[in-house]
């Protein structure tokens, strides 16, 4: 008599939730682990630094023991001199060994819809047109808009969340976020 065992692979139960304080040690070599040394010399890392996520837009994906599996924020950003606000995503990153558990997808999906319960016009972010371009991301509208420093133009993206919300849209896109801390004022010497 032969006996057959099926073996069913699950993904990892996961849940995508608001980053924490006690979530940035995780977070930060998360990134590292996924994006390499090489992640904070980019354009968009020039948009972040100093600033503090769009607020209510910070996501971790955690996993079944609580541990950070996956990330997500959304900053806010000024499109050119013409001031409308839109969000920069980024970056979206998953532990390598978690690839293709469908955790990427989920906190994209997350994100998006929570940007737009909060009101927000649009997101842009820097990334490849056949991954994103599945949550309605492409180039279509970032053709006058511009990242500071270098990037691939056809890798500038963007989503409307609202109809027109790019509308007249041109410029280098600027960090406009909340700092990170307030600058406490320099006092002059007298000499």
Excluded: C
């Amino acid at each position: 008599m032969e006996m057959s065992v099926e073996i069913v692979a699950h993904a990892p139960a996961f849940a995508v939730v608001a980053e924490t304080v006690a979530d940035v040690a995780a977070r930060e070599a998360l990134l590292d682990r996924a994006m390499g040394p090489k992640r904070k010399t980019k354009s968009s890392e020039k948009l972040r630094r100093g600033r503090r996520p769009s607020e209510g837009l910070a996501f971790v994906a955690r996993d079944a023991s609580g541990g950070v599996a996956g990330t997500v924020r959304l900053w806010d950003v000024t499109l050119g001199e013409g001031g409308s606000s839109a969000l920069l995503l980024g970056p979206l990153a998953v532990d390598p060994s978690l690839k293709s558990a469908g955790i990427g997808s989920a906190l994209m999906r997350h994100a998006i819809a929570e940007a737009a319960r909060l009101g927000h016009a649009a997101i842009l972010l820097v990334g490849d047109e056949p991954y994103y371009g599945r949550f309605g991301f492409s180039a279509a509208r970032t053709g006058a808009l511009a990242m500071p420093g270098p990037y691939e133009r056809h890798r500038l993206l963007a989503l409307e969340l609202v109809e027109g919300g790019l509308d007249g849209a041109e410029g280098t896109l600027k960090a406009s976020g909340r700092k990170l801390k307030a600058q406490a004022p320099i006092l002059a010497r007298e000499a």
